[in-house]
């Protein structure tokens, strides 16, 4: 069985700072991996994929995140934080042809 | 990109009556969908999984016949809540894999979800 693990529902940064949010999923199987976004009263847009392409993985916004087969983790990173980055954050595992298993979410918060 | 569309966006009912949500991939084939549910600041729970012109495949505590899923073509997925009640308010987010490009990255395409009150 597949899961994803986020740590910290909750992360509060300030604008300009960095932002973390972390992933550890567990699969049998070479996982794909997903970070999705999610505005409040709003469905799900995609930041950014790993399918056991490139390890690191750029995606839209700033965001990237890099796939650690080791420590089982796929964490999203943006090195400035916008005022706009305020959301719910997602991460996701699948197979091919399975649905996606989602994390709790992790909120985060940036301030001025 | 691929479209999923999904109808109606906000829905208002009385206890007792019956919902339907459709979900629609615009540009590409769909023969798998997938129904998710999301309750207040939670995650996205999934519910079903949705094949054309077969029987869905619940996931274990959701009702199916409570949850009525039907996939009649390769475009369009419907999910009925019968008698609804206050307990089934919440956001149903519907997602569709483009089987032609999907199948080897995982991803999914999302609706925009379907937020249901059940007075």
């Known amino acids: 069985a597949q899961s994803v693990t986020q740590l910290g529902s909750h992360v509060s940064v300030s604008e300009g700072a960095l932002v973390l949010l972390r992933c550890n999923y567990s699969s049998s199987v070479p996982p794909y991996l997903f970070w999705y976004v999610q505005y409040p009263n709003q469905g799900l847009q995609l930041l950014l994929k790993?399918?056991?392409?490139?390890?690191l993985v750029k995606g839209i916004n700033g965001f990237e995140a890099e796939f650690k087969k080791s420590e089982t983790s796929f964490h999203l990173t943006k090195p400035s934080a916008h005022m706009s980055d305020a959301a719910e954050y997602f991460c996701a595992v699948s197979q091919a042809g399975t649905a996606l298993i989602f994390g709790k979410g992790t909120t985060l918060s940036v301030s001025s | 990109g691929a479209v999923v569309s999904q109808h109606p966006s906000r829905v208002i009912c009385k206890s007792g009556t019956s919902v339907k949500i459709e979900c629609r991939s615009l540009d590409f084939q769909a023969t798998t969908m997938f129904w998710y549910r999301q309750f207040p600041k939670q995650s996205l729970m999934l519910m079903a999984t949705s094949n054309e012109g077969s029987k869905a495949t619940y996931e274990q505590g959701v009702e199916k016949d409570k949850f009525l899923i039907n996939h009649a073509s390769l475009t369009l997925s419907t999910l009925t809540v019968t008698s609804a009640h206050p307990e089934d308010s919440s956001f149903y987010i519907c997602?569709?894999?483009?089987?032609?490009?999907?199948?080897?990255?995982?991803?999914?395409?999302f609706g925009e979800g379907s937020r249901l009150t059940v007075l």
């Open positions: 997602s569709a894999r483009d089987f032609k490009r999907g199948t080897n990255t995982g991803e999914l395409f």
């Open positions: 790993y399918t056991s392409a490139a390890t």
